[in-house]
């Protein structure tokens, strides 16, 4: 069985919502974000997110454009972040890992080439946010075949195509809580309940919600709704608030506290 199914099947046992984290990997360095993710392990993440960076992020706001520069300057690439998932598990980190990328990425180091290199890394899951529905199928075959969930992102504006879908997901499926790009905000669309009750009616599938969750009245919110939240950018926004702490080996220490004390406040224990 996947991790990401036993760690959602043990999470509705114990009647808790699922906390997954996104970071981009790379963001100030690699070593950096595999503390970063020993801490978010540590902080009872559910499901760990790896962006990789991307050079036009359509679907990023600015807090997490501003990583992907920093990544891009320090000349991360797709592969560089599947390695760090290796690296993750030799030293210790079980939670379920998940890959979001765009598709050039994907095409530039070769789709078989990246599902084998996921595969020996020990990634569970994937989420390509602009992949093409002509390529679903294909995607979805090798997905099948490496033992990786595909977990197709859903918006309000998906009216009508909610079931086809969510019929190419497995593990769960991810909805996007307003329109536009990632970020923090206040508000999330008017109908928020109303959309995800139309997804939870087309798929038996957990639901997760993502896109502009930054505090934890908002988390408690939406996960009476839905099975798991996904916070992106106020976590990539708190390791920029820190990235002076982070270069200097003598705050290092207080750096990587800081984020922990940020997921600490964020999610119900």
Known sequence: MNPIDQTFARLKRE????????????????????????????????????GVPFSDPLADGPVIQRATLRALKNDISISDVISLAKLARQEQIHTPLVLFTYFNPLLQLGIEKAFSMMEDSGINGIIIPDLPVEEVEEIRCICTEKNIHYIPLVAPTSEGRIESIVNQASGFVYCVSSLGVTGERQNFHNDIEGFLAAVKKATALPLVVG??????????????????????????HTIEKNLALLQHSNTYSDGLHRIRGFVDELIPL
């Open 15 to 50: 009647g808790k919502p699922a906390f997954i984290p996104y970071v981009t990997v790379g963001d100030p360095d690699i070593r950096t974000s595999l503390d970063i993710l020993k801490e978010l392990q540590t902080a009872g993440a559910s499901v760990i997110e790896l």
């Open 211 to 236: 896109f502009g969750v930054s505090n934890a009245e908002q988390f408690k919110k939406l996960s009476s709704h839905c099975d798991g939240v996904v916070v992106g950018s106020a976590i990539v």
